[in-house]
């Protein structure tokens, strides 16, 4: 059925994905069941990187379908890259999930940026420049799951990617604008899962989202439970509630955020929450591969 023995679904990287509407999932099943597998499905070793739903879908059928591997993707870190930049690239993903998964490829590149930069700082300065290729390498000697198995010459690593180091690097990114993005980084943040569900399922416009993410979580998950309607109302509510003291000032401006919005620390927080799901990403690819 496939030229691979085993093909892993790694739930860490599933969820760059979101799940098919029911139109898309119908489209989708009737094209493979008239036409097959043209694509090929795309391998990191034996974890699937992009093919998600067509693998579930030619599994459940049994439509035979091929696998290719992308040699380019040297470290976990190139393959969410890659993924999030392919998951970028599809009309069919919503704005919502193009904000968020721009959002999530800005704190991958400043988790590589800082890691590199530490390495650097503790290099003895007369070995900064032979230092810095090692720098560019993954903690720990991470290498892809076929290193040392074929005697075929390695492909090039992927290019470094621009870093978004400002909301509008992230909406340029994500094709939104970038008071959408401080709205989805806002609604990321501060929104309970219920709210966020309601967004995904296209139930709650990204707007309202945002208003009801001021609200405390137990207030944001009642609205939730009372349904779509009410969600809507709530934020109704509580953008009206924003406009009258405006009113009453004389319609004063509300002080601006800046566009980074990042202290030092909390950066160093970001970096060291995501190697550590990077490092989760890994033992679980390693328990995988027995």
């Known amino acids: 059925m496939s030229d691979t023995p085993t093909i892993v679904i790694h739930e ?6 979101d799940p098919l509407r029911p139109e898309e999932e119908e489209a989708l099943e009737a094209s493979l069941l008239a036409e097959g597998c043209r694509e090929a499905l795309v391998l990191w070793g034996e ?19 091929r ?54 700082a503790e ?19 991470e290498a892809p799951p076929w290193a040392g198995e074929g005697s075929a010459a390695p492909a090039a690593a992927l290019p470094e990617p621009k870093p978004l180091d400002s909301r509008e690097a992230v909406a340029k990114a994500a094709r939104l604008s970038s008071a959408q993005v401080q709205m989805i980084e806002k609604i990321h943040q501060q929104a309970t899962p219920e709210v966020v569900a309601a967004v995904r399922a296209g139930t709650l416009s990204i707007n309202a989202a945002a208003a009801v993410a ?9 609205a939730a439970q009372a349904g779509a309607d009410e969600l809507k109302q709530v934020a109704k509510r ?37 190697e550590a799901e990077n490092a989760e990403l890994r033992r679980q690819l390693a328990a995988l591969g027995g």
């Open 12 to 17: 860490g990287l599933q969820a760059y994905i």
């Open 47 to 65: 974890v699937l990187v992009d093919g998600h739903n067509r693998h579930r879908l030619c599994t459940k059928h049994g439509i035979p379908f």
């Open 67 to 120: 696998t290719v591997q992308n040699p380019r993707l040297k470290t976990l870190e190139d393959v969410q890259l890659w993924m999030i930049d392919q998951q970028l690239g599809r009309r069919s993903v919503s704005n919502f999930q193009r904000g968020v998964l721009a959002l999530r490829k800005r704190e991958l590149l400043e988790a590589r940026r800082a890691a590199r930069m530490a390495a650097l």
């Open 123 to 141: 290099a003895p300065s007369a070995a900064v420049e032979a230092a810095a290729p090692a720098a560019a390498e993954p903690a720990g000697g």
């Open 214 to 222: 001021t609200l405390p979580a137990e207030e944001q998950a009642a």
């Open 238 to 274: 509580v953008r009206e509630a924003k406009r009258k003291p405006k009113a009453e000032e004389g319609g004063e401006a509300p002080e601006a955020q800046p566009a980074g919005g990042d202290t030092l620390e909390s950066l160093r927080q970001r970096v060291a929450a995501l």
